[in-house]
């Protein structure tokens, strides 16, 4: 039952994100607040990063745009539950995390219908302008995002009346949402959506002589895809504290694409690892002081020579291995029986 | 099939496609050159003709996939000329693809529900339902019925050749047709699974009404199975009639058949 498709892997993924959601409740309890933002941060460009998986992995999209979706939630967030919070402080971030999924999931249809009535990568400039536009407003409108100078001053939301100052807490909050966002995609993924949403990327022609809606379902893919990074950006803002508009630029939409790419595209799980890789690594690479953009370069070639696939192609390879051993050894076993 | 020796007061079958002055230009290449024909309800019907006559372009300007240069499609009676293949296959017109066209990282299984969930529900009902879009058991009755049984959970890019066309032809049957163009399901099969093939078609255009239009190169396949055949050549009809008529057809020897 585990061999084959996606689909059948998908069980498999729900387990690994309740285990880790586990694990990573009770982990980093010893953790100083350093270790607590790494993970924190990971968990939030994960979440990012898998929004684009949706988009480009499974849809087959080519999004140039993620960290500004990213941006726009973290902008949002941050206007909407700084000053003590248009709507107090517990219903402001609540408020926020809506408005910052509602507004990119609309940016993404307002992009996606021209550019994909028109040719499906038309999506990739249409978004790369969208990038740069996003870019240019966020250092530029300096009466509403501060400009260079950036926003700073943003709270942590309130829980149950409780501020989420301590830095363990708003982990454990991070945490929570971005399991929650997990498992909505996991389901999505396993429904008939997601095959719908791999059939059009690995066979458009067939997959729409079979009934499949195309533009529907494209567009439906890029708008959540974009959705994700709206809310991880709703988390972003109260993480850092404060934003500034660097993290939002073009180049960071690539890295971003990067993630995904290095993680393992169309795989469940590959935007954690990719983040792991984008995001932790670095941190890791300190040491190498200038020279970790170098290094971070030279595994990220290396690695996609390796496997194409990404991180996870090299452990779906050894798998794949083990399968045909398998099948053989089967096909042996039969044989004896047949010749005995 | 019976073709009844006397006049009888019966409606006439239905027609359920008809194709009028259909024309297809590339540039200077006229693939299609005003091509006219009906397909009667319950009907296996037959297009043969030489490489390179349109029979593939004439498939694609009927089922959306080309914009035809001229001319019209009516399915029922309605005008569905230039319709998108998704909306014209919620219609409940399938169609296989003369290259094989299945999905090869799905299982054959998934292959089969995708091939029929897009019938089922609506989008939000697809999304909260079940993953299966309630299709587990149809989809394991075609399996049955197409002797893919051992295979279900086998990546269909796995599958032989003659294994992924079975599934190809399964898939277009998945959502229940009505009407359903094969374009050449028997070429590359082995005479096993032809012979296989053949009696599948037959079933279900017998149990379930379904009404065919195949393309074929396979001359004792199309003449054995269809009940008319179109021979077409160089984008044009060159004749219509029964098996046995075509075969007679001084023409069509001339043409094709002397060959
Ligand atoms: N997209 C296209 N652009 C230009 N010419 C095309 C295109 N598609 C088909 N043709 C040409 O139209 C003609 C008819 O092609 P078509 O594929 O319909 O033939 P066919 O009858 O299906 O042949 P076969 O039996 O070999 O499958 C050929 O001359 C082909 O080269
Ligand atoms: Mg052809």
């Known amino acids: 039952m585990s061999r084959a498709s996606i689909f059948s892997r998908i069980d498999a993924n729900l387990a690994t994100i309740l285990i880790g959601a586990a694990i990573l409740w009770f982990a980093p309890a010893g953790l100083k607040s350093y270790g607590l933002y790494v993970i924190s941060f990971w968990l939030v460009m994960s979440i990012a990063a898998m929004g684009l998986n949706l988009t480009l992995g499974y849809a087959g999209l080519k999004s140039l745009a993620q960290a500004a979706f990213l941006g726009i939630g973290a902008y949002a967030t941050a206007l909407i539950t700084a000053k003590g919070g248009i709507a107090g402080a517990t219903w402001s971030w609540p408020l926020a995390f809506v408005v910052s999924g509602t507004l990119t999931f609309l940016a993404g249809v307002v992009l996606g219908f021209p550019a994909l009535r028109v040719k499906f990568h038309y999506l990739a400039f249409v978004t790369l302008a969208f990038a740069t536009l996003m870019f240019l407003i966020f250092r530029n409108e300096q009466w509403l995002t501060g400009g260079v100078y950036g926003f700073s001053n943003i709270p942590r939301p309130t829980l149950f009346g409780a501020k989420l100052n301590n830095d363990l807490a708003f982990f454990r909050f991070v945490l929570i949402v971005s399991v929650l966002l997990s498992l909505a995609m996991w389901w999505m993924l396993r429904s008939p959506w997601g095959r719908a949403f791999q059939a059009l990327r690995e066979n458009p022609l067939r997959a729409a002589s079979l009934g499949v809606n195309l533009r529907n379902y494209t567009l439906l893919a890029f708008a959540i895809g974009s959705a994700y990074g709206g809310l991880a950006g709703a988390l972003y803002a109260p993480l850092v504290e404060f934003i500034d508009p660097a993290p939002f630029a073009v180049s960071a939409s690539f890295v971003l694409l990067l993630t995904v790419v290095v993680g393992g595209q169309g795989y469940f799980l590959g935007p954690f690892l990719g983040a792991a890789f984008s995001y932790v690594l670095p941190e890791v690479l300190r040491f190498t002081g200038g020279l970790y953009l170098l290094v971070y370069a030279a595994m990220v070639l290396i690695l996609l020579l390796i496997s194409p696939q990404g991180i996870i192609g090299i452990v779906e390879k050894f798998r794949e291995r083990r399968r045909q051993k398998d099948a053989q050894d089967q096909r042996d076993a039969s044989k004896a029986m047949l010749g005995a | ?259």
Do not use: W
């Open chain 2, 1 to 259: 099939m019976n073709v009844h020796a006397t006049p009888m007061p019966v409606t006439p079958p239905a027609t359920v496609l008809k194709v009028e002055g259909l024309k297809k230009h590339f540039g200077g290449i006229k693939a299609v050159d005003g091509v006219s024909f009906h397909v009667n309800e319950g009907e296996i019907l037959g297009i043969i003709g030489p490489n390179g006559c349109g029979k593939s372009t004439l498939f694609n300007c009927i089922l959306g996939q080309l914009q035809p240069t001229e001319g019209a499609v009516e399915l029922d009676g309605e005008a569905i000329t230039g319709l998108f293949p998704a909306e014209l296959n919620r219609r409940g017109v399938s169609r296989t693809f003369q290259l094989l066209q299945v999905f090869p990282n799905l299982t054959v299984r998934e292959n089969l529900i995708l091939a029929g969930q897009e019938h089922q529900g609506s989008m939000m009902s697809r999304l909260f339902g079940p993953k299966d879009a309630g299709l587990s058991a149809e989809a394991e009755k075609m399996i049955g019925f197409f002797n893919l049984g051992h295979l279900a959970e086998t990546k269909a890019g796995g599958l032989s050749y003659g294994q992924q066309k079975l599934l190809d032809a399964a898939m277009a049957f998945m959502a229940g047709p009505r009407l359903v163009l094969l374009d050449e399901p028997a070429g590359g099969v082995n005479l096993t699974m032809l012979a296989s093939l053949k009696d599948r078609l037959e079933a279900i255009n017998r149990e379930q009404g379904a009404t065919f239009v195949v393309i074929e190169h396979n001359m004792d396949f199309v003449m054995s199975l269809c009940t008319r055949v179109i021979v077409m050549a160089e984008g044009k009809v060159l004749a219509t009639g029964t098996p046995a008529e075509i075969r007679a057809n001084p023409a069509v020897i001339e043409a094709y058949l002397g060959h």
